[in-house]
């Protein structure tokens, strides 16, 4: 029985042919992987930020000013020392990438659920589902991460980012609540 926490040379016969493809060679793989840099991530958070405020949505704001980077430190100050891996400093134990890709799309798509119909949420959220999937993809194909690294990160993105949303609501529903009781 082999780890699914490994290489995929084998796993990948089947989309080999994708992966290798001329027009997703591996410098398009690496501009992906780039994406998740400082500054694309700074200016992709400042954007939602700039955009929560246009639409009047200080929630959303607070969401993506304080998420993706909850969701990083996390991911590089807890997750990487927690499981640190002899392997060096690739393959680190979560995908810091794929944590922050996730948690920005994440916000996003709350963006998109607050301010949309069902529709616009559906069609939004399954293309912001593909920005992750992309990173995921791009790690491996460059033997960045193994499968589990990227899927921890995404989920660490997305819990951090769901979880801060659900306990910054509750806290408004609270107060709320205390002022209506309290006449």
């Known amino acids: 029985v082999r780890s699914v926490d490994g290489p995929l040379e084998g796993e990948l016969r089947v989309s080999r042919f994708v992966l290798d493809?001329?027009?997703?060679?591996?410098?398009?793989w690496q501009q992906v992987i780039d994406l998740a840099g400082a500054l694309p991530l700074v200016c992709a958070i400042a954007t939602l930020v700039v955009v929560a405020m246009l639409v009047r949505d200080g929630f959303?704001?607070?969401?993506a000013s304080v998420g993706p980077a909850l969701a990083i430190g996390l991911s590089e100050g807890v997750g990487k020392p927690l499981i640190a891996r002899?392997?060096?400093p690739l393959y680190g134990f979560p995908s810091t990438h794929s944590t922050s890709v996730a948690a920005v799309a994440c916000v996003a798509a709350l963006l998109i659920q607050r301010h949309s119909s069902r529709v616009g949420f559906a069609i939004g959220a399954l293309?912001?589902?593909l920005v992750p999937t992309a990173m995921t993809v791009a790690l491996i194909r460059?033997?960045?991460?193994?499968?589990?690294d990227s899927i921890a990160g995404i989920a660490l993105g997305?819990?951090?980012v769901?979880?801060?949303?659900?306990l910054l609501s509750f806290d408004a529903l609270r107060r709320a609540r205390s002022v209506f009781t309290a006449s």
Request: net charge negative; with cysteine.
């Open 127 to 129: 293309v912001l589902a």
């Open 162 to 166: 769901c979880g801060l949303a659900g």
């Open 158 to 160: 997305v819990g951090t």
């Open 86 to 88: 002899p392997e060096g």
């Open 60 to 63: 959303i704001a607070i969401v």
């Open 21 to 28: 493809h001329p027009f997703l060679s591996s410098g398009f």
């Open 142 to 148: 460059h033997h960045h991460h193994f499968v589990l």
